[in-house]
């Protein structure tokens, strides 16, 4: 059974620095691309980064050098440092593999970023 478990959402204020993390239980973990993803109020989710099995990663324009992704193999973990942030940057955040499987989706963390 998949689970995967998302951590370290809070309130911060704008500019502030935030970092999340997953815990991935997912067989062959370290073969899948992973990414972040995040949903507004009234939004739809969308991709925020992606990183695959070797380090590789990508970003979403609205967070290109601010936000850097990361992955453990060996821990089977996803981070995602995030800074600068924005009140924009409010969401919950849910990690996922890349493209994601409907049926991996976990209970996200919530960022709150306050102006």
């Known amino acids: 059974q998949v689970q995967i478990v998302e951590s370290g959402g809070g309130l911060v204020q704008l500019g502030g620095s935030l970092r999340l993390s997953c815990v991935v239980s997912l067989s062959g973990y370290r073969l899948y691309t992973m990414g972040w993803y995040r949903q507004a109020p009234g939004k739809q989710r969308e991709l925020v980064a992606s990183i695959t099995r070797n380090g590789g990663s990508t970003y979403e324009d609205f967070v290109k050098g601010r936000f850097t992704i990361s992955r453990d193999n060996a821990k089977n973990t996803v981070t995602l440092q995030m800074n600068s942030l924005k009140p924009e940057d409010t969401a919950v955040y849910y990690c996922?593999?890349?493209?994601?499987?409907?049926?991996?989706w976990g209970q996200g963390t919530q960022v709150i970023v306050s102006s």
């Open positions: 996922n593999t890349y493209p994601p499987f409907n049926d991996f």
